[in-house]
């Protein structure tokens, strides 16, 4: 059973540089795309990108000036780097398991628990 | 981007009741639906893939339908653990994008 384990600073100030880790514990890393997703309080789901273990990447063209998503397969872990932060950016942030992208399943079934991060100054 | 829209942004009913969510898509999407249901503090947890198919372990009670750009979520007796916000999403081409949501609360 796939577990993804998810950290990262909580609070940032405007203009700083959002950072994440995601390490996936169990299964397989390399047969499956990861995604980064965020939620504002109160609010719906937002797809961010996704990577998979050769560094292949699909990104959501309304933020991707601004994100870098990257993997480090020695370590099973994926990464998200968002620039220039602002209040807009403050959401739950998740890691999520893309069923199947060969197959074009492109949908998530598993996830991780999410990270609250707050920009304020 | 496609665009899901969702309706009703929120409902209320009883327990054993029969509940629909419907999600429209702004462009045809043939059967590239996801159903998502999600609770406070939680992760969201797959419901129904490939518009209708039930993701293994989902009580039976749920079901998705439709195809290219109407859908709906059916909840065929609902559950007072069934209190949750559901969202579509659709896997039809990048990016990939969520309806806004549903909030089903329990009378």
């Known amino acids: 059973q796939v577990q993804l384990q998810q950290w990262g600073a909580g609070l940032l100030k405007p203009s700083e540089t959002l950072s994440l880790t995601c390490a996936v514990h169990?299964?397989?890393?390399?047969?499956?795309?990861w995604s980064w997703i965020r939620q504002p309080p109160g609010k719906g789901l937002e797809w961010i990108g996704e990577?998979?273990?050769?560094?292949?990447?699909n990104q959501n063209p309304s933020l991707k000036s601004r994100v870098s998503v990257l993997v480090d397969t020695s370590k099973n872990q994926v990464s998200l780097k968002l620039s220039s932060v602002t209040a807009a950016d403050t959401a739950v942030y998740f890691c999520?398991?893309?069923?199947?992208?060969?197959?074009?399943?492109?949908?998530?079934?598993?996830w991780g628990q999410g990270t609250l991060v707050t920009v304020s100054s | 981007a496609i665009q899901l829209t969702q309706s009703p942004s929120s409902l209320s009913a009883s327990v054993g009741d029969r509940v629909t969510i419907t999600c429209r898509a702004s462009?045809?999407?043939?059967?590239?639906l996801a159903w998502y249901q999600q609770k406070p503090g939680k992760p969201p947890k797959l419901l129904i893939y490939?518009?209708?198919s039930l993701e293994s372990g989902v009580p039976s009670r749920f079901s998705g339908s439709g195809s290219e750009t109407d859908f709906t979520l059916t909840i065929s007796s609902l559950q007072p653990e069934d209190s949750a916000a559901y969202y579509c999403?659709?896997?039809?081409?990048?990016?990939?994008?969520f309806g806004g949501g549903t909030q089903v609360e329990i009378k």
């Open positions: 999403q659709h896997f039809n081409s990048y990016p990939l994008t």
């Open positions: 990577i998979n273990h050769v560094g292949s990447t």
């Open positions: 462009q045809a999407i043939s059967t590239a």
């Open positions: 169990g299964g397989s890393f390399s047969g499956y795309y």
């Open positions: 999520a398991r893309m069923a199947d992208y060969v197959s074009g399943r492109h949908y998530f079934d598993s």
């Open positions: 490939d518009a209708s």
